[in-house]
């Protein structure tokens, strides 16, 4: 990384790290597929290769006094990327690549509000049919929406009450992995957080989905291939102390 200003940073990196597939999403689903309701699997299928993955990132960073940002796009790549096949009920390892980047911003409107905001997108192809090719798109088990858009505005009152609104917007994906084509919904959230300070320590409450909004969490619609109700209104109380 080097400095372009003093306000501006440039930084990039490159990462290679390892993995072992999971192959709980094969064994777990053990007999689902089988026809003869044996419940037995062939250990055969379940021979995964060790995972390796190239990770690449490059951006900029910012702090001008009252703004602060930054722009970031990464991409990973492996040979042996792990996706688990429904239609087959097997771990399959194939060529692939994601890709995306991240947007994020603060201004401080007086010295006791910020706000702020964090985009990111985030893509997946991969190699179907193994002729190096990436021809289809990456499941949404592996994906999931593409598009996240958050708002935030931060507060701390006079009387030290720090209070946090946030909005959570994340878009619909609707794309053909080559073997299924299964839609994951857009859906818009709204969070509400304050802490106070309390007996050395700071108490605080939390509400998650503030307005009870009913939606599909998408992750666990993507992990089970059919579409999974999210949380309605949800409250969180809590109290820490450091000694």
């Known amino acids: 990384m080097f400095f372009l200003s003093d306000r501006l940073e440039f930084f990039g990196g490159f990462e290679q790290g390892f993995a ?9 689903r053990a ?11 062939d250990i055969t299928d379940v021979v995964p290769q060790t995972q390796v993955v190239n990770n690449y990132e490059i951006g900029f960073r910012g702090d001008w006094d009252d703004f602060r940002g930054s722009i970031t796009g990464f991409a990973s790549t492996s040979d042996e990327g792990t996706n688990f096949d429904t239609s087959t009920g097997r771990v399959e390892q194939q060529k692939e690549l994601i890709y995306g980047g991240e947007a994020t911003g603060e201004y401080d409107v007086l010295d006791s509000l910020t706000l702020g905001t964090v985009a990111t997108y985030i893509e997946g192809r991969r190699d179907s049919d193994g002729n190096g090719s990436l021809d289809s798109w990456l499941p949404n088990n592996r994906v999931g929406p593409p598009f996240r858009l958050t708002g935030f505005a931060d507060y701390t009152t006079p009387f030290d009450l720090r209070l946090l609104f946030e909005t959570v917007y994340w878009s619909s994906r609707d794309k053909d992995d080559g073997v299924q084509k299964v839609k994951l919904d857009s859906a818009v959230l709204f969070n509400l957080a304050g802490a106070y300070p309390l007996f050395g320590g700071e108490a605080s409450v939390g509400v998650d989905n503030l307005f009870d909004t009913s939606y599909d969490n998408p992750t666990a619609t993507s992990v089970r291939n059919a579409p999974v109700r999210g949380y309605g209104r949800t409250v969180r109380l809590g109290y820490s102390i450091t000694f």
């Not at 007999?31 to 699997?41: A, L, S, V, Y």
């Open 20 to 28: 072992v597939p999971d192959v709980g999403a094969f064994t777990r």
């Open 31 to 41: 007999g689902i597929d089988d026809p003869f309701g044996t419940g037995e699997i």
